[in-house]
């Protein structure tokens, strides 16, 4: 066993000095997504992605390859990013899903498609880069991210165009909970001084840090650049923070986009900051699609002080006005999409709604979790909760198909 980990630790190392060579995908040599139909600066195309919930269901698909339709217009990037563009939302709704998918070409020596170059370079940019998925995608990467203390990190991809008036418009796309990175989901306890999550900050540090020099190199212009970021989950709190952090930097010194072109959609992000200016004007272009039945966006709880930087946006929940009457059309969308049904455990949905209200009455503050009692209370709110419910809630799939099958209106803005 101590030979296997060293040999795992010397693999890692050795890869890191580009003594051993590591699959990476490439843009100019995939295959393009299906082009449905496609305008000077609108482009439909059927993109490929790894549906989890299809995955756990069919056993004849265990990668749960799917396809969806996808659709981006680059004349929404001329708008303010401030105001919500529901288009934008359901196209990084599919994306973060693409992104998270792009692990299983790394995990695979490249057996597997690259699905994030293959949907990117479909929709027109260029310079796709996902490197960073090396040495973050296999058994033996997550045994050397413990091995190391690097769990407060996470995969990405980066994309760029030209716009129609010019402006380059940068695509950032950070994948969600994987392997060990899920660790850092507890980063709550260690302080540092800011407000964010401690977790969460480390990993959108190195996203920025790598972007930073990303738009360096491809010679972007700050006040002449856009940029697009999204995730899901974990993925999501992270690109929360990193819009926040280009929201702040517009205009300064060290600005990498223009002050109105932070464009953020993010999807079951967990609450990522206790900054008490939030929700302030700066981060006007952020955005935080939460499903409230959905536990992972309700925790750190929000009694603690956790929110999201920008405006949270509300799916149709159990005991809205719409939700009966949306709910078919989206299980509709995630049966075409996954080919698995979608069948709604009302009561249990209701119950999962709550679940932060419960749990805020047994942990008052996050030292509870480290008391016995606490840590138990907890414990038995987790084990009472729907499995199967919980995990539709916050599936990609089931946030894929709500923005396809509804419109704006449907939505709850907080």
Same mark, same amino acid.
């Given at each position: 066993?101590?030979?296997?980990?060293?040999?795992?630790?010397?693999?890692?190392?050795?890869?890191?000095?580009?003594?051993?060579?590591?699959?990476?995908?490439?843009?100019?040599?995939?295959?393009?997504?299906?082009?449905?139909? $496609?305008?000077?600066? *609108?482009?439909? #195309?059927? #993109?490929?992605?790894?549906?989890?919930?299809?995955?756990?269901?069919?056993?004849?698909?265990?990668?749960?390859?799917?396809?969806?339709?996808?659709?981006?217009?680059?004349?929404?990037?001329?708008?303010?990013?401030?105001?919500?563009?529901?288009?934008?939302?359901?196209?990084? @709704?599919?994306?973060?899903? #693409?992104?998270? *998918?792009?692990?299983?070409?790394?995990?695979?020596?490249? @057996?597997?498609?690259?699905?994030?170059?293959?949907?990117?370079? &479909?929709?027109?940019? =260029?310079? #796709?880069?996902?490197?960073?998925?090396?040495?973050?995608?296999?058994?033996?990467?997550? +045994?050397?991210? !413990?091995?190391?203390?690097?769990?407060?990190?996470?995969?990405?991809?980066?994309?760029?165009?030209?716009?129609?008036?010019?402006?380059?418009? $940068?695509?950032?796309?950070?994948?969600?909970?994987?392997?060990?990175?899920?660790?850092?989901?507890?980063?709550?306890?260690?302080?540092?001084?800011?407000?964010?999550?401690?977790?969460?900050?480390? &990993?959108?540090?190195?996203?920025?840090?790598?972007?930073?020099?990303?738009?360096?190199?491809?010679?972007?212009?700050?006040?002449?650049?856009?940029?697009?970021?999204?995730?899901?989950?974990?993925?999501?709190?992270?690109?929360?923070?990193?819009?926040?952090?280009?929201?702040?930097?517009?205009?300064?010194?060290?600005?990498?986009?223009?002050?109105?072109?932070?464009?953020?959609?993010?999807?079951?992000?967990?609450?990522?900051?206790?900054?008490?200016?939030?929700?302030?004007?700066?981060?006007?272009?952020?955005?935080?699609? +939460?499903?409230?039945?959905?536990?992972?966006? =309700?925790?750190?709880?929000?009694?603690?002080?956790? $929110?999201?930087?920008?405006?949270?946006?509300?799916?149709?929940?159990?005991?809205?006005?719409?939700?009966?009457?949306?709910?078919?059309?989206?299980? =509709?969308?995630?049966?075409?999409?996954?080919? =698995?049904?979608?069948?709604?455990?009302?009561?249990?949905?209701?119950?999962?709604?709550?679940?932060?209200?419960?749990?805020?009455?047994?942990?008052?503050?996050?030292?509870? !979790?480290? *008391?016995?009692?606490? @840590?138990?209370?907890?414990?038995?709110?987790?084990?009472?909760?729907?499995?199967?419910?919980?995990?539709?809630?916050?599936?990609?799939?089931?946030?894929?198909?709500?923005?396809?099958?509804?419109?704006?209106?449907?939505?709850?803005?907080?």
């Amino acid at each position: 066993m101590i030979v296997g980990l060293f040999a795992i630790q010397m693999r890692y190392v050795a890869a890191s000095m580009n003594l051993v060579s590591i699959p990476q995908a490439s843009a100019a040599t995939s295959q393009p997504a299906t082009y449905a139909c $496609a305008t000077s600066t *609108s482009r439909s #195309v059927d #993109v490929e992605y790894c549906s989890e919930a299809a995955a756990m269901r069919d056993p004849d698909n265990p990668a749960g390859l799917t396809s969806t339709r996808l659709a981006l217009d680059d004349a929404w990037f001329s708008e303010d990013a401030g105001s919500y563009n529901h288009g934008i939302a359901t196209a990084c @709704a599919v994306l973060s899903a #693409v992104c998270n *998918s792009e692990s299983r070409f790394y995990s695979s020596d490249g @057996a597997e498609a690259p699905y994030a170059e293959r949907a990117l370079t &479909a929709l027109g940019f =260029q310079h #796709v880069r996902t490197e960073s998925y090396a040495l973050r995608s296999t058994v033996i990467d997550q +045994v050397a991210a !413990l091995m190391n203390g690097t769990n407060d990190m996470s995969a990405y991809t980066f994309a760029a165009k030209s716009l129609p008036n010019g402006d380059t418009l $940068a695509f950032v796309g950070v994948r969600g909970s994987y392997g060990t990175e899920w660790l850092s989901n507890f980063s709550i306890f260690e302080a540092s001084g800011l407000p964010d999550h401690e977790g969460y900050r480390a &990993a959108e540090r190195e996203v920025a840090d790598a972007l930073a020099v990303y738009l360096r190199e491809i010679g972007a212009d700050p006040s002449r650049t856009r940029v697009l970021t999204t995730g899901h989950s974990r993925g999501g709190a992270i690109a929360n923070l990193l819009a926040a952090e280009l929201a702040d930097r517009a205009n300064g010194p060290n600005a990498l986009a223009r002050e109105d072109g932070v464009y953020a959609y993010t999807f079951a992000a967990p609450g990522a900051t206790r900054s008490k200016a939030c929700d302030a004007s700066a981060y006007r272009g952020i955005f935080n699609i +939460v499903n409230p039945s959905d536990i992972v966006p =309700q925790l750190p709880l929000s009694s603690w002080g956790y $929110a999201r930087y920008g405006t949270t946006i509300e799916l149709p929940s159990v005991g809205d006005p719409c939700f009966e009457t949306e709910l078919p059309a989206m299980q =509709q969308a995630y049966e075409r999409n996954t080919g =698995q049904t979608n069948q709604c455990n009302l009561d249990a949905l209701g119950s999962l709604a709550a679940f932060d209200s419960k749990i805020a009455n047994l942990l008052p503050t996050p030292d509870s !979790l480290l *008391s016995p009692t606490g @840590a138990f209370s907890a414990l038995q709110q987790l084990v009472a909760v729907d499995a199967n419910s919980a995990f539709l809630s916050h599936c990609p799939d089931t946030y894929i198909a709500w923005m396809q099958a509804i419109d704006e209106d449907a939505l709850s803005f907080a």
